[in-house]
């Protein structure tokens, strides 16, 4: 049976646009155009479960119901009074509102908030003297209202908590990378799997389990109590456990993920988190300063990481760290492409390589670049050269996005060479597109769960997965699903 189309957006960080149209148009987008920090698609209920459970770009999926446009707080209310509220939330449900404005009508995104739960709650008030309950902690319907100077939109949040909170974290470091940007980081490099992967400065692990994960073919989905469209009035239970318990885009991983860490303290967090998101069999560990690598862990590979920046963790001769792991990269991980995250240029200028690849990513409020390295024994000009293989590329070319499908889009990919200047993210911009913009940021093995039976959600609204009531986890071996032991 068909089933209706709508338009929804996908909003991510910026710089992973490109990554998120790929991921969903493989999915089976429609009409896919990127903004600024967004990707506007169309698609069905089944695209809306997909997107939530297997984009790993991805930050929230919302379902625009309504758009309007108001000169004023008085407008805004006067337009939402008019929507039929019980086809989105009853007197049993709590709400609450998250406002985005980028207006010089509108001067604050808390009063418009306010705006729009004031006309919730008289609308209900009014035909029954009662109104819902609005939560801040734990609601049961999020609304999205974005307003782009007159432009205003409403949206129902089919997330709820940020899709970066894969559910696998139980422990930290200090500065955790966010989950999204190191899948985003991975997924820019082209690594798929094909061969192995080495962080060593791998933290709290965050880089290790999004490449196994994606090595695997494990939705980043998997591991979360709930999503916000299992509260909608709409929610189809059955639909959602067929595309929640599918495991057709499972994947054999011959090879290893090996992390290492200078601190105790970081491999004992990245164990525990490792262990829960049930990758324990796919990755090795070790306490092991970068500088005590005398031998890579394969002849051939990919290395990724993420090293201090002198920001949130301090580093008392940052000239030297980088300059240490350029030395290490040039004379032990020769045949390894390299990308290594930083927000400093004289880091860059510190590890002594010339880069192949540059990607402009932002880490928190930081702009910071990925510079990729193809580190290789003697001159680069006297590598032999291989079928398929190009020399040294410009710098912005690794911004190039080659889709799968085609859609629509006026942003410009390859970016020129620039001077590159740490700055902070701006507190907004305008749409690329025309189109109002949604700005502010606010398994395991290879096997899926069991199938989640219908009735299995409790009173509380969290999906419940057998008598032990805890999240599924996976066996590692081929044909074998179950829950962790």
Request: aromatic content about 10%; charged content about 30%; overall charge positive.
């Amino acid at each position: 049976m068909e089933r209706e189309q709508f338009p929804m957006i996908a909003k991510t960080m910026a710089e992973l646009e490109d990554v998120l149209a790929e991921e969903l148009i493989t999915l089976g987008a429609n009409d896919v155009e990127i903004g600024t920090r967004m990707v506007s698609f169309t698609g069905d209920k089944a695209l809306m479960y997909k997107a939530n459970v297997h984009c790993r770009t991805a930050l929230r999926i919302l379902k625009p119901i309504y758009n309007f446009k108001a000169e004023n707080a008085g407008e805004v209310y006067d337009a939402l009074k008019q929507l039929n509220w019980e086809d989105y939330l009853s007197l049993d449900k709590t709400f609450s509102i998250d406002a985005v404005v980028f207006s010089h009508i509108f001067n604050h995104s808390k009063f418009v908030a306010y705006k729009v739960k004031d006309a919730i709650a008289d609308w209900f008030s009014e035909r029954y003297e009662k109104r819902p309950s609005v939560s801040v902690t734990n609601p049961d319907i999020v609304f999205n209202i974005h307003i782009a100077h007159n432009k205003c939109t409403l949206s129902l949040d089919s997330s709820g908590e940020s899709l970066h909170k894969r559910g696998y974290r139980i422990a930290q470091t200090e500065a955790p990378l966010n989950e999204v940007l190191a899948a985003g980081m991975i997924l820019k490099s082209g690594w798929r799997g094909e061969s192995t992967f080495v962080d060593p400065m791998c933290g709290s692990g965050t880089l290790l389990i999004e490449a196994a994960m994606i090595a695997l073919g494990i939705p980043p989905g998997i591991h979360r109590q709930s999503f916000g469209f299992e509260k909608w009035s709409d929610f189809d239970e059955d639909l959602f456990s067929d595309i929640y318990n599918d495991d057709s885009g499972s994947r054999d991983f011959p090879y290893r993920i090996v992390g290492s860490d200078i601190s105790p303290k970081a491999i004992s967090t990245a164990e525990k988190n490792i262990r829960n998101a049930g990758l324990k069999k796919q990755i090795d560990l070790s306490v092991k300063p970068f500088q005590q690598y005398v031998e890579p862990p394969a002849p051939k590979g990919v290395l990724i990481t993420n090293p201090p920046y002198g920001e949130r963790i301090k580093v008392d001769e940052l000239t030297e760290l980088y300059a240490m792991i350029g030395e290490r990269l040039k004379h032990v991980f020769t045949g390894y492409d390299a990308y290594v995250l930083s927000y400093r240029k004289e880091c860059f200028d510190s590890i002594g390589l010339k880069h192949s690849k540059r990607f402009f990513l932002f880490n928190g409020a930081l702009e910071c670049e990925m510079r990729g390295y193809e580190i290789f024994s003697g001159k680069r000009d006297d590598r032999p050269k291989k079928e398929g293989y190009r020399h040294s590329r410009t710098a912005g070319e690794g911004n190039e996005f080659k889709p799968k499908g085609e859609f629509k889009s006026k942003r410009e990919y390859d970016k020129p060479e620039k001077s590159f200047t740490p700055s902070r993210r701006p507190s907004g911009t305008e749409s690329k597109t025309g189109r109002p913009l949604f700005e502010r940021d606010d398994r395991p093995a290879r096997h899926m769960p069991e199938r989640r039976s219908s009735g299995t959600e409790s009173r509380s609204g969290k999906r419940t997965y057998g008598d032990d009531k805890k999240p599924r986890g996976f066996n590692s071996s081929r044909g074998e699903k179950g829950r962790k032991s």
